[in-house]
């Protein structure tokens, strides 16, 4: 199997690929025009991509590609609806960062209160104002409200209870009694979580539901002064509403993502919000510690071995959570050469699309029990003909589904 690796990966992930059989091409710094050239000359089957975009262009040339690993949590660099029109699956990597972001969102909580990033610049610039910065609010009591429990989420609020706490959080599947196991309180909405939160931190894939979620009212109801995180998305965030909070409210913000980011690793920064006094920020590296890299190289890994073995693709984001099938035919058979040909056959001379199957082998590989599902059911005489036309059915059923 051929894998291409567009991005910078581990080491022990590069072997461990290899030690599978696989032929590996690393070439991290393939992106635009040059990935869709290198799909196709190379004819991978697997392209493993951290940051690097992957688009409907490049998925048109990408003749034998079968699957796409995302080696992080999110997947919106990657044209999911070109990949599923190709029958190209697309599987990430979740919850192995999970650590390593909520740290991040610590750093910048607490940089904002201390006011670190200012005072190392005044240092360095030979300016000592002790003064100015001998003022800081403290985390100790203070109310942290925590937008999304997935499981970064769920680890920030173990370390908000190191530091003594409040936490406040808002989840579209936050319940009284999940927020209790929690040790949180619920919010009813993302605008009664601002009003309550000292602090706000969010943590949310970028979804349609997501997009712009922080929005002006989100920023309208926070308090004076606030401190705001955001180590998501930056398309989750209203860009302008939070310029517009930071100069006439004070709200501090600390972003590692941004509304407008470089496409590669390194590149000219212009994004507005940063230049602003009273925002700080880090370049998208919140699942960028050697712990967190090494967990996704591993996670890549048994996402291939899987997908090499037997076809089917773990942590996978384009699958159809229910097919258009409307019956489910049961063939139980002798594993013999011929079977399942003889039944496609008839359910295609008949105009039955398959949308899915299923054929799990006994003990012994002397049988076998074929799970079809179809997108209509034959008739009694199409039945019939399965079942009769060859000797090696041993019974047929049809069920609705």
């Not at 699958?319 to 002798?334: G, I, M, N, Q």
């Amino acid at each position: 199997m051929k894998v291409l690796i567009a991005d910078a990966f581990e080491e022990a992930g590069l072997q461990g690929l290899r030690a599978l059989g696989c032929e590996v091409y690393y070439e991290p710094k393939l992106d635009g025009d040059a990935l869709g050239d290198r799909l196709a000359s190379s004819g991978a089957e697997v392209l493993v991509v951290r940051s690097t975009k992957v688009t409907a262009a490049q998925i048109e040339r990408a003749g034998a590609l079968g699957l796409v690993v995302r080696a992080g949590a999110g997947v919106n660099t990657i044209d999911l609806a070109a990949a599923s029109t190709h029958a190209i699956a697309v599987s990430n990597c979740p919850a192995k960062n999970s650590i390593a972001v909520a740290e991040l969102t610590f750093g910048l909580i607490l940089a904002l209160d201390r006011r670190i990033a200012e005072q190392t610049a005044d240092l360095k610039a030979g300016v000592w104002n002790k003064k100015e910065y001998g003022k800081a609010a403290g985390l100790s009591g203070r109310t942290l409200g925590v937008v999304g429990l997935g499981s970064i989420g769920k680890e920030v609020v173990h370390r908000a209870r190191a530091f003594d706490m409040r936490v406040v959080a808002w989840s579209r599947f936050l319940d009284d009694a999940k927020a209790s196991q929690l040790g949180v309180r619920r919010a009813e909405s993302v605008h009664a979580l601002a009003v309550a939160s000292d602090i706000a931190t969010v943590h949310l894939a970028l979804t349609r539901d997501t997009r712009g979620l922080c929005d002006a009212a989100f920023f309208g109801a926070m308090k004076s002064g606030a401190l705001f995180v955001n180590t998501s998305r930056g398309e989750v965030v209203d860009a302008a509403a939070l310029r517009k909070a930071v100069a006439e409210k004070g709200v501090r913000a600390g972003l590692d993502v941004w509304e407008t980011e470089p496409a590669g690793g390194t590149g000219r920064f212009e994004d507005e919000t940063g230049t602003l006094p009273g925002v700080i920020g880090t370049h998208h590296v919140g699942a960028s510690t050697d712990q967190a890299q090494a967990a996704i190289a591993a996670e890549t890994v048994r996402i291939v071995r899987m997908y090499k073995a037997t076809g089917e693709v773990l942590n996978a984001v384009n699958l159809c959570e229910r097919t258009p099938a409307t019956c489910l035919l049961s063939v139980r058979h002798r594993n013999r050469i011929g079977v399942l040909a003889h039944v496609f056959g008839i359910l295609t001379s008949e105009g039955i699309n398959v949308e899915k199957t299923e054929n799990v082998i006994f003990e012994g590989a002397e049988a076998a029990s074929a799970r079809i599902q179809l997108d209509r059911a034959p008739g009694p005489e199409g039945l019939e003909r399965i079942k009769s036309g060859h000797p090696d059915i041993l019974s047929v059923s049809l069920d609705l589904v």
